[in-house]
């Protein structure tokens, strides 16, 4: 089963996923061992070649407010679901 690969600082937990499938590893990981994740209600997924600066969260949760699920536009109007709001339950 899924291990923690090693430990952040803050709590964050690492893992390693045996499949490389570009944007969606870490979703596809978390789907395929929901009871390692079951405490978790919702995911915020970011692809890990973004950083977030100062007033991020209160954007982002302007366009996100469609749970279960929602994608943050890339672009004026084309949204991109490798970033997002996501209910667990959805998943």
């Known amino acids: 089963g899924p291990s923690v690969a090693w430990r952040g600082a803050g709590g964050l937990n690492f893992y390693r996923v045996p499949h490389s499938s570009v944007d969606f590893s870490a979703m596809i990981h978390i789907?395929?061992?929901?009871g390692v994740f079951k405490h978790v209600k919702q995911w915020f997924y970011l692809h890990d070649t973004c950083s977030v600066?100062?007033?991020?969260?209160?954007n982002a949760t302007k366009w996100c407010n469609r749970l279960p699920a929602c994608a943050l536009?890339?672009?004026r109007y084309l949204p991109a679901s490798s970033m997002g709001l996501y209910d667990a339950s959805f998943l």
């Open 31 to 34: 789907v395929e061992h929901p």
């Open 53 to 58: 600066g100062p007033g991020f969260w209160g």
């Open 73 to 75: 536009p890339l672009t």
